[in-house]
Structures are given as C-alpha cells and as structure tokens.
C-alpha cells in the first residue's frame, strides 16, 4: 500500500491538560441543551423524526443526498472498518493524551467511529452529532460518554465548551461552504486542538481506472450534477489551504491508495480489495439516485442502469485502485504563534516562487 505524506507535521500536543484537571470545563453542552441530545432508544421514539422516501431508498431530509436506510448503514460499517485497516487499529491521527478530552464528530452516521472512541478513551466526552438516526445504528446505545444529537452542521454551532478534536469523515457534498465549516470548528476547539477530516469520492475522481470506462462517465455525472446544486463533490475541502486559510496550522495530509476487488495478490491487500469492493457496489446507487435524478437530465430508470453497467465493470475489474485522504490541522495555541507560522507560510511560498518547489503538489 502506497503512502503519500503531504506537508508532515509533528503531531505531539502543543498544549498539555494540567493533571490535577484545571483546565477541564463543565459538561454544560448536554446539561443545557438536552432537547438536543439523544441518550437512549426512548428519547429516539420521543422525537417524531421525519424521513423522506424517494427512489425507493430513505433519506433523512429533503435534500442531502446521501440515504440513512439499512443499505447505506450497511456501507458504512464497512468502511470504518477500511479505515481502521488504513490507521492501524487506530481511530483518529490526531494525538489525544489528555485524560479527559472532549471530541465531537460530525456526521456520525450509525455512530460507529464515537463508539469505537467512547471504548478507546471511557473519560471522554464525545458529542455525536447527524441531520438523522439509523434505525439500527449503534446510536441507540446508552452510554455514559456519549451524546447522539440531532443536528445540521450548515446552521450555527451552539456548543458551550470547546473540544479537544472535532471529527469529520465522507461528508464530501454535505456542505456548501466548507470554509464556514471550518471557520466555526476553529471557534470550538480549545487552544491546540485538533480537526480530522477524512474523505474518499468516486464523483472525486478518488476511484482510479486506466482505461475509458463507465467508472469515468458516473464519476463526471455525478459531479456535474452536484456542481449545480451548489454541494460541489471534488475534494478540495481536502486540501491544505482550505483548512490554513480558515486559520488551522501545522495542516499535515496523510493519503493513501487502496486496492478495490481481488486482484491483489498479497493476502492483506486482498483482504481490503474485498472490502473496498463491497463498499462502492453498496455505494453506486446511493451516491447517484438522488444526485442525477434531481438534475433532471436522468430518469431513475437511466441512474440505476449506469450504476450496473459500473457494477459489472468494477466486479470484473484489475487493478482498480482509490485514494482515501485524511488533513488533520491544529488550532493555534496564541495569536503570537498562529502569526509566525502564517509568515513561515508566506515565506516558505516566495522561497517556491524563487527557487522552485521542492514538495509534491497538494492535489
């Protein structure tokens, strides 16, 4: 497996909790706002939660487009454990050696990556927050360091305390405005805290093929396609600047290709290939119903049969490859500090002017 690193940065806390736990803020976020707040299977049937049929597939609104139904759960579970392949085991990249940090993860789906972390740090408070719930998603658990909230990222923030590390992962086409996206993680984090994105987009040209293919048409429809509505799907959330630019520093990207399907030859990397595989045959369909058919230049009829066509060629496929890319950034520990690395940057970009580049370019 190839590992591309982009920017390296020493990912060693810059500011440390005190241990007699000073610095630790009251859990006012759940206190204060429990009508937000979903801790156990009775206050999911307390709420009357809206869901959308369409295409014969469920959605949480009337406009991501991305379903929650059990297909899309079944997805998901599958590319955490991806994931957790890619990181070792690991959940996060981000240092967390507090002993009580407080992590919000946005998105959360059916809850799989705050549950691994209410396991892996049980002092933790972690917020988990989505626009809907999974109906057998392990958000229905009751934990007692976890909070399932109802929310949509794209309104304002009303966390009361900071947080130590805010998580996002495949929400690519989620939002319209990453910038304020990270502008207002940036508010939220404590002073050396951290932000993890993580994403990989067949509409983002993550899914490599060598020859022309039905693969290339889905992927360009379907950006085309978000292109329009305004919810671009091309990655460049995942991009250095656009998290220095909302003021994170030591911006340190991590990619790496995986196999998709069984061709590889090393059991490991066949391993992954299968899974990979499964998740994007899960995946074509939810990724395209509703996308090409609001466009209005695709029948529904038309959208399924791209999606077989891409089906049969990804299953008979050979070294069919994706990109999975996770940017971590760090929230400047004092305004003296976030200065001299902007200068660092600035000079570091006339020294390229100059001289030439001396790193890969950040695609």
């Known amino acids: 497996m190839d590992d591309i690193f982009i920017q390296p940065e020493d990912l060693r806390p810059s500011v440390e909790e005190p241990e007699d736990g000073s ?22 049937s ?10 014969n597939r469920r959605y949480a609104d009337d406009s991501y487009f991305m379903p929650n139904d059990e297909s899309e759960l079944t997805r998901l579970n599958i590319v955490h454990q991806i994931y957790l392949i890619l990181l070792d085991g690991r959940l996060t990249t981000a240092p967390l050696q507090m002993e009580r ?21 049980p002092n933790a408070q972690i917020i988990a927050s989505d626009i809907g719930v999974f109906d057998s998603g392990l958000g229905h658990l009751s934990l007692p360091n976890v909070d399932f909230q109802l929310a949509d990222a794209k309104s304002q ?9 805010i998580h996002i992962r495949g929400l690519s086409g989620a939002f319209n405005n990453w910038h304020a996206i990270y502008t207002q993680a940036l508010a939220h984090l404590k002073p050396g805290g951290y932000i993890e994105v993580a994403d ?30 305004g919810y671009p799907r091309d990655l460049r959330h995942l991009r250095t600047d656009a998290l220095s630019e909302a003021g994170f520093v030591g911006v340190r990207v991590q990619e790496r290709s995986i196999p998709i399907g069984l ?11 299968k899974m990979a595989l499964i998740a994007l045959l899960e995946g074509l369909e939810a990724y395209a119903l509703r996308t ?59 020294k390229v002017l100059n001289e030439g580049p001396d790193l890969p370019k950040d695609e």
């Open 101 to 121: 940090p407080r992590i919000l993860d946005i998105g959360t789906g059916p809850g799989d990556w705050a549950i691994g972390m209410s396991a892996e740090h």
């Open 200 to 229: 990989a987009d067949p509409a983002g040209d993550t899914v490599a093929t060598e020859e022309p293919s039905h693969l290339r048409t889905y992927a360009a429809a379907l950006r085309a396609a978000a292109d329009e509505t």
């Open 23 to 44: 610095s630790l803020e009251p859990d006012s976020d759940t206190d204060s706002d429990a009508d937000a707040s979903i801790k156990s299977t009775n206050s999911y």
């Open 292 to 350: 090409l058919t609001r466009s209005g230049r695709w029948s529904l009829d038309e959208a399924k049969d791209l999606c077989e066509k891409v089906r049969g060629e990804c299953v008979s496929a050979r070294g069919l490859t994706a990109r999975v890319r996770i940017v971590t950034g760090r929230k400047p520990v004092s305004f003296a500090q976030r200065r001299g690395e902007v200068l660092a940057r600035a000079m570091a970009k006339v």
């Open 263 to 273: 061709w590889p030859e090393d059991p490991h990397e066949k391993t992954l290939g």
């Open 157 to 165: 923030w009303t966390y009361h305390e900071p947080f130590d590390l």
């Open 46 to 55: 307390s709420r009357n939660l809206q869901v959308t049929m369409e295409n």
